[in-house]
């Protein structure tokens, strides 16, 4: 127990440093970047004038610094403020050239995000699926017949997954699912249905770091002494494969689960999104990008790392407790 609480005292300590330090890189990235905020909000006719003002307004003409205390001032109380574009019906809303412009008609950030966060959870959760269907077994066919067709096998499979570009595995399932042969809806969301198409697609981008990592970690400890031993002692393969080389292989694989997730979030389910117009955290983080949306982009940013540090913590504990020689 005391190991526990030490244990997530410390890395919790270290998560809020990185967190911070996160926020802080992409607030101040945003601010030294070409463009202004400004003419996107109240569009291109806006007067000198009325731009001046309402960047007085929102603070943007104050020193990064002190924008960014009173941003973490804000966050502390769970407000990540609202956003620059989009009005409370969730639809971009441009400002009026005068400069009038009320920030209380616009839609509050964890409002925006509340809406899209669980389409991303439906779509990464159906391709961690659809990534493990792939991965395991032919991982563990890699992993318990080295040397053989079954490792060639993988290391094929693999091979030829990495080197598929996302956004071409995309438009060819769109073309063969959805065009071609009408069996599943690819634009959009509506129902279940529509996560599937996109789903396979981040699947085929993680499962062959996952198949590369399950082979080589039961075929390292498949060549252990112990499994040997285990065998001439009169424990059945199968036992001895069930009982003791997945559980050893599991540190390696939790290692390599956390960082596709860390790979996932930060990087392909975003682009996949873009690419399916489907409504989560990465069609709205790239819209806003676009846009410009400040408030939207820090907010994604700094929940995005906290729940990245927090998986790598978890991750980490949970390899302590297979594997206690292990220290974080």
């Known amino acids: 127990m005391a190991f526990a609480i030490e244990f997530f005292l410390r890395r919790l300590s270290q998560g809020l440093l990185i967190v911070l330090l996160v926020a802080f890189v992409i607030f101040t990235l945003l601010r030294v970047a070409p463009g202004d905020p400004i003419r996107i909000i109240l569009g291109p006719m806006a007067t000198a004038t009325a731009m001046e003002e309402t960047a007085q307004k929102l603070g943007l003409r104050d020193p990064i610094p002190v924008q960014f205390g009173r941003f973490v001032l804000d966050v502390a109380q769970g407000d990540f403020g609202r956003s620059f574009i989009r009005g409370k019906q969730g639809g971009a809303s441009g400002g009026s050239q005068d400069g009038a412009m009320d920030m209380a008609d ?35 066919a890699a992993g318990l017949n080295a040397g053989r067709w079954q490792q060639k096998l993988g290391l094929y499979v693999s091979s030829l997954f990495v080197s598929l570009p996302n956004i071409w595995v995309g438009v060819v ?46 075929a390292s400890n498949v060549q252990e002494a112990y499994f040997d031993i285990g065998q001439v002692r009169g424990i059945g393969r199968n036992r001895m494969i069930y009982r003791h080389v997945l559980r050893n292989a599991a540190v390696p694989l939790l290692n390599v689960f956390g960082a596709q997730m860390i790979g996932m979030l930060l990087g392909g389910l975003f682009v996949v999104e873009y690419i399916f117009s489907f409504p989560g955290i990465g069609l709205l983080t790239i819209n806003a990008v676009f846009q410009r949306d400040f408030p939207i982009i820090q907010a994604v940013a700094i929940l995005a790392s906290a729940v990245l540090v927090l998986i790598n913590i978890l991750v980490d504990f949970a390899s302590t407790t297979i594997d206690r020689r292990l220290k974080f």
């Open 106 to 140: 616009r839609a509050p950030v964890m409002g925006l995000i509340a809406t899209a966060l669980p389409y991303t959870l439906l779509l990464a959760g159906l391709g961690l699926v659809f990534s493990f269907l792939i991965a395991v077994p032919i991982g563990l």
């Open 173 to 218: 399932l769109i073309y063969l699912l959805s065009a071609k042969s009408g069996l599943l809806p690819a634009i959009g969301y509506r129902n279940f249905a529509y996560a599937i198409i996109p789903a396979i697609v981040v699947a085929v981008e993680m499962s062959p770091v996952l198949i590369r990592a399950i082979a080589v970690s039961i």
